[in-house]
């Protein structure tokens, strides 16, 4: 990801299928310490300007995994601020909002996908996999909130669950 003077708003899909979740291993976007090599992400991207939102989804799980699906219920908001807080004097800064919805795979076939922004050699996509629901803490999973919360809102199905926010701190 590049660093710019706007917000960017992601999309992205938590697809569950027999006690597993959708995930893809991405190389960091950040050239610090604070973030492994690599980590576990949901699928998902940048919306492109004009894209209706669930539109925008299908299409970053279809590019990074092969698989199709529909676009359910938002499941949460998650802001990201890197570094925090901003130090304008030493450059720009990430800013990004991510909007998660619950998604259900209903066809396709799970491939690594490619990200077009990117080409061959500069590809941060490094693998995509089904990961099982009760194992998530053995990952390196970003955000970090994410396992417990797929975890707990798992044995609900998400049915009760309020749309959350999560700011750059959690």
């Not at 992601?10 to 995930?23: E, G, N, T, W």
């Not at 279809?62 to 949460?76: A, D, P």
């Not at 922004?117 to 009760?134: A, R, S």
Request: hydrophobic fraction near 35%; include cysteine.
């Amino acid at each position: 990801m590049s660093a710019s003077n706007s917000v960017k708003l992601r999309v992205s899909a938590l697809c569950i299928k027999d006690d597993h979740v959708l995930f893809v291993k991405h190389k960091r976007f950040t050239y610090t310490k604070d973030f492994p090599e690599s980590y576990w992400i949901l699928p998902g991207g940048v919306l492109e300007h004009g894209e209706p939102v669930p539109e925008g989804i299908r299409r970053e799980v279809k590019e990074e995994t092969g698989l199709e699906c529909r676009v359910k219920q938002l499941l949460f908001v998650k802001e990201l601020i890197y570094p925090y807080p901003p130090v304008n004097e030493k450059g720009v800064f990430h800013h990004s909002v991510s909007l998660a919805f619950y998604g259900e795979i209903t066809g396709g076939e799970l491939i690594t996908g490619k990200d077009p922004e990117f080409d061959e050699k500069d590809q941060v996509i490094l693998k995509t996999d089904w990961l099982p629901i009760e194992q998530l803490d053995r990952y390196d999973i970003y955000p970090p909130f994410l396992p417990r919360f797929i975890q707990e809102g798992y044995k609900t199905g998400f049915k009760h669950n309020m749309v959350n926010y999560f700011d750059s701190f959690q």
